[in-house]
Each structure stands twice: as structure tokens, then as C-alpha cells.
């Protein structure tokens, strides 16, 4: 009885996130990443005071315009991106973590990981996985009403910030989460 039970679970699980994760069955143009990169980053400086300025010092800026995020008791999160120097696109990456608890349903965020020092970009570039938490640490910073990004004060080599539907979300984490050079 219980095995049938956790049988009919992995096979509602399989089915709930094969349907929840198209862009790992076919993964997007370079393209295509490149407008929603170009979307995330316009609604990432509308949104923050000092948010353009703030891009502007950063060595290295690895954007996730679409990281969607689902679980049915185990879930997982799957995104793809690019990493942009100086403005331009010099490689495409995907995230991917998983996790177990209880969860259920699916949500969608935007990730964006600003590098402020170069040690810490070159790092990420030679690293055949990197995997945060373990290979290097990024701080996720909170931006409340009225607080402008100021890359004096902020002393991290590696920031990084989520956006949701409702706006830059907080309380969240991106430790376990692994980045991966895609080849194109």
C-alpha cells in the first residue's frame, strides 16, 4: 500500500514539474535571452534608486530574467541566463537547486548577481560549476522605501537580488543554487 502511495506520488511529481519546466526540454535562443535580460535589467533600474548607477560599477552582472520554481513535496528551479561585462553578452549560464519539504505549486523570480570585484568574477568564470554557499558567497541585498544603492556602502564582492511579480522579494536565499556555463 505504501509503496503504490509513493509510486503515485513520484509519477504526480514527474508529471507536475515536466509540465513546469518547459526551458529544461528546449532550452531558449541566445537570442531570446538576451531581450529578457534586457527587460529584467530595465525593470531592475526602475525599480531601485540608484539601481543604473549601481550597474554602471559593477565588473560583471549574470542575469535570470525567468527562474521558475516548483515543487510537490521535492521541488526544484531551473532558469537560464546571461553574463553581461561592460554591457554586452560574453556568456550564457543556468541555474538550477533543488530542495525537499513540504511545498507545492509554482512561482516564477527574476535573479540578478551583481560583481563588484574583479577576483570574484574571474573566479565564477573559471569555475567549471559554481555553486553558491560553497564556491563563493553573494549577499542578497534588501532595498527598502527610500534607500538608494550606493556601491560605497555596499562592501560584498558578490550582491544579488530577486525579483518577483510583486516587486524585489526579501527573506530569500540562493545558497545550493548551482550556475552553469552553457555551450552555444
Known sequence: MKAALKSSLMMVFILFTGASFPPLAQAETAEVIDIKVNETLKQFTKEVAGGKEFLKSAKGVLVFPEVI??????GGE???????IGGKTVDYYSTASASI?????????????IFLRKAALDAFRKSDGWKAG????????????GVTLDSNTIQDPIIGFVIGNKGLMYNLTLEGSKFTRLVR
Open 69 to 74: 520554481k516548483a515543487g510537490f513535496g521535492l
Open 134 to 145: 560553497v564556491d563563493g558567497s553573494i549577499a542578497l541585498v534588501t532595498v527598502g522605501a
Open 78 to 84: 531551473y532558469g537560464e541566463g546571461a553574463l553581461r
Open 101 to 113: 519539504g513540504f511545498q507545492l505549486g509554482a512561482q516564477m523570480k527574476s535573479v540578478i548577481i
